[in-house]
């Protein structure tokens, strides 16, 4: 089985370098033969297996259905050839999709809605998506990073740290005091994934695949609707937010933004016979003419539905450039910018982006520096999870237990922010505070001991047998300090 699937994977492979080579070389023209490589039992074999992956596969749709439930009755086999006999004679029709409200996170009230889609809609989604992908691949600008293969927050993060980074130095005091933005506009769409108007989604998507049973389909699952609380939604706009295909369908939704920034993002729409370099090159150089004419350069860096413009000019240009982005995501998608979210603000104030926080310092010695830093906020959090987990309502737990609830919180959020300005001394400091959170529940749990016998829980480390951890049971305290700072890198980011 293992080895079927690799030759599946091969196929698969080999099917989605021609398509991505052959975008690459043909931009501007639709794809018109994608559906019988989308519904190949090949292609279906591996949509299966990485829908079997996943940690929702025992999670059922409304049909009640699991991963585990269809391999037992059914049969892998069988359930996809009826799946491929239900996609080839049109038979097949996406059921809707089961709600779920996730609560959000520091927002009391307020939930995500969350479409659950059946098993079967996944696999036919992970085919449609797999085929679909590298076809789109190869047209999505370089400055969009949210659910795109190889590409995270951290990418677009260091993207903006090189962007607002300034260039040259002062001859007369060697430091860098001119800043190549002054301004930027902190965006973010109003219920993105529930309000793309479903026609003008579907144009875009028509400008990449002219195949009519592709598109036909993506309009059943965009119609599908929603049922909730045992109540039938209709869908007559948006993506169920929660389907395997609807962050690859965001992204062609809101690729409008990167569009109207060509010249300054992928400057190929007036291509000349004499032009050797490419088109981000070409635009590049734009940014550089446009600055040393007086002229207003706009560079956006995009993250699914946040996305944030740096501007060079003045603080009106930049009100009226939200003014006209309002109204193209208005009348290009049917969607709205968030007044609360939405923001105008100084690179020298800073703003916080995916979590974290970017600012301009300015250092005697270089001048202008760029940083992105730890939000005091974020660390409060996490220290009000680690005081949690440490106080009386948990002292039934034996120490194991309590070192296995916070080693993947620690892990977690150290790995999330070790690649931050000034991070060795926060994952240090932290370190400490869990530290004395640790003692302190012992000393809750254990009244009676002294401190020479809570302090036996504290043993030399595997990882560096010159220190002492909380450890029991081969279990260790995760140490945040121990964990190498450094700056992160794009070229570290692997292509699809």
Known sequence: MDLDYQADYAWVLSVQRKLYQW???????????????????????????????NKGKRTPGIDGKTVGSITRNMGINSFLVKLQTGLKEGTYQPSPCRRK?????????????????????????????????????????HVSYGFRPGKGCHGALEHIRTAIRPRGKNPEN?????????WVIEADIQGCFDNIDHHLLMER??????????????VKFLKAGILSEEQFLRTETGTPQGG???????????????ERYERWVNHKSKLRQTRKCDGITAAMRSRATDRKAGRNVFFPIRYADDFVTLISDSELEAQQEKAELETILKTGMGLTLSAE???ITPLTQGFQFLGHRVSMRWDERYGWTPRIEIPKEKLADLKYKVKYLTGRSTIKWS???LLQKLNPILRGWANFYHYCTGAKKILTSLDWYTRDRVWRWLRKKYPKANAEMILGHRKASKARPTCKVWSTD?????????????RYRRGWMIPP
């Open 23 to 53: 975008s690459k070389t043909n931009p501007e023209e639709p794809y018109r033969e994608l559906w019988n490589w989308i519904t190949d039992l090949r292609n279906l074999r591996c949509a299966w297996v990485r829908v079997a992956k």
């Open 101 to 141: 409200l996730i609560p959000k996170a520091g927002k009391p009230g307020k939930f995500r809605p969350l479409g659950i889609p059946t098993i079967a809609d996944r696999v036919v989604q992970s085919a449609v998506k797999q085929v679909l992908e590298p076809l789109l691949e190869a047209r999505f600008e």
């Open 174 to 182: 060697g430091k860098r005091d001119q800043m190549p933005y002054q």
């Open 205 to 218: 998507v028509r400008k990449h695949s002219c195949d009519r049973k592709v598109n036909q389909l993506l």
């Open 244 to 258: 395997i295909i609807s962050p690859l369908l965001a992204n062609i939704a809101l690729g409008i933004v990167e």
């Open 341 to 343: 979210k939405t923001k």
């Open 399 to 401: 120490l194991s237990e």
């Open 474 to 486: 081969g279990i260790e305290l995760y140490q945040t300090g121990w964990l190498k700072v450094m």
